[in-house]
């Protein structure tokens, strides 16, 4: 799991990467970041060596003097770095601004085992704190430290004050030096009073370095009034978001503080009425809030103001709403139901039912003789009288739009079928002679009949006797 550090102090920009078996390898000192944060595969491309010197302003060098690669693995689980290997021409800050690079130079030797080796790791270079111990409140922004010598400290120590535990990983730093000694007295910012803070100590540029246990302190002075408000930069007033993660800026005071209050509500009275929607402190003058669902299609205000400083006033409160587009749901089909046998006199009517939001529909029908063609275009109706139709299968589909122009998908497919009329015929009703009529043999035989509906022809049967006749006409 590959994670980006850029600028990240001493080591410029840094690529830190997890392996499987919990071990932690580094790549400091980068002139650029290639991979993303995330998972990374082996072989892929994580950035390019050559931060050159901080003189410059590039973020990638770090306290380094030249551009390098600085790689390192560290234990899992620790901080405990097992190995370090260095690319030829490398050299190590001493901590001497006059005299960068007077001790530790490496030309591509190996601090630890080969790779692949069994060589056990070299010990930790490690010092212990003195005071103050974990936990100290001051009253006086003016604190001494102490810490315990270490014989493996031979270019002194680094000295970092930080609002985590974590030394060389998150958090605000306020205080990050190199210190010959074993003791220092640091006068806190007061934009750090009232805020819990972290110190440590660790022996500067040599091999297998580690920070002790980092103890907390703070320093409890009530801060200076009259913070001016805040000047908002964006988002502007009266702005709408179709999304609801939204960056806020605004520009910082010129009054000691420690960070920002920043608060969204539903009226513009930061300080009374209304609900609050977010209320947090801020260490930056940048935020980056998701505002939950709930608040959407809402006015809401967003406000801050000097945090830790009596008598701050807030900035005047913006404005904005977040209203995300409403999908527009498909209309669902009614009659003919699918798949419906219909007679070919049906007059036929399509009809569904109304899409929540939609205003018009549009119809399309085909099949058979019929190509595929629009019966109805964008009506506010939810039914589309078609008439009657030659036989054949049908099918039809409809979609809806709303009032401002999004169309929703298509509805499922429906079919029906309409029959071809056969016509009914009737059997003929006998004329004459009557049923049982009695005739002479010299009669001149005419069978009749009345014509049955529908009829075109007809066929006559003859028997009894000697006679059996099949006559047609």
């Not at 100290?136 to 970092?160: D, E, K, Q």
């Not at 978001?241 to 930061?270: E, P, Q, Y």
Request: charged letters at 15%; hydrophobic letters at 35%.
């Amino acid at each position: 799991m590959l994670t980006r550090f850029p600028n990240n102090g001493g080591y410029g920009n840094v690529v830190k990467i997890r392996h499987d078996d919990g071990r932690v390898s580094w790549y400091a000192h980068l002139r650029e970041l290639s991979a993303a944060n995330g998972r990374v595969q082996r072989e892929a491309v994580i950035g390019k060596s050559g931060g050159v010197p901080q003189y410059t302003g590039d973020p990638g060098a770090g306290k380094s003097t030249g551009a390098h690669l600085h790689f390192m693995v560290q234990a899992p689980g620790t901080r405990q770095t097992e190995w370090i290997r260095t690319l030829p021409g490398i050299t190590w800050y001493s901590g001497d601004p006059n005299n960068p690079c007077i001790n530790q130079k490496y030309l591509g030797d190996a601090v630890g085992p080969q790779i692949g080796g069994s060589n056990p790791p070299p010990a930790v270079c490690q010092t212990s704190l003195n005071s103050p111990s974990d936990g100290a409140t001051f009253s006086n922004p003016s604190v001494s430290f102490s810490w315990n010598a270490a014989s493996c400290a031979t270019n002194g120590y680094l000295f970092r004050i930080k609002t985590t535990s974590e030394m060389d990983g998150s958090g605000a730093q306020a205080q990050d030096t190199t210190v010959s000694g074993t003791q220092r007295t640091e006068t806190i910012s007061s934009n750090w009073y009232n805020t819990d803070l972290y110190w440590s100590v660790k022996p500067a540029n040599v091999p297998n370095a580690a920070w002790s246990s980092a103890r907390r302190f703070r320093v409890n002075v009530a801060p200076p009034s009259n913070c001016a408000a805040p000047t908002l930069n964006s988002p502007a007033d009266g702005t709408t978001f179709s999304a609801g993660t939204i960056t806020f800026l605004w520009n910082d005071v010129a009054c000691n503080h420690n960070g920002f209050t920043f608060r969204i509500k539903t009226v513009a009275s930061m300080d009374s009425g209304g609900e609050t929607v977010v209320d947090t402190g801020n260490g930056t003058t940048q935020r980056i809030e998701t505002i939950a669902t709930n608040w959407h299609n809402r006015d809401l205000y967003w406000s801050v103001k000097a945090a830790n400083a009596s008598s701050a006033a807030w900035a005047t409160a913006r404005r904005f709403r977040v209203s995300p587009p409403v999908i527009l749901t498909r209309p669902t089909l009614s009659s003919p139901s699918n798949g419906a046998s219909l007679p070919q006199s049906t007059d036929v009517t399509l009809t569904w039912n109304a899409s929540s939001g939609a205003t018009q529909y549009k119809v399309e029908l085909w099949g058979g003789a019929y190509a595929q063609m629009t019966v109805c275009d964008w009506q506010s109706a939810t039914s589309c009288r078609i008439g009657t139709m030659w036989p054949s299968t049908m099918s039809w589909r409809v979609r809806a739009r709303n009032a401002s122009g999004q169309e929703s998908d298509w509805s499922d497919t429906w079919s029906f079928i309409i029959q071809q009329n056969i016509p009914v015929v009737s059997k003929p009703t006998l004329a004459s002679p009557s049923n049982g009529a009695n005739l002479p043999q010299s009669t001149d035989v005419t069978l009749t009949w009345n014509a049955a509906s529908n009829a075109v022809q007809y066929t006559v049967e003859v028997w009894g006797g000697p006679i059996s006749v099949n006559l047609s006409g």
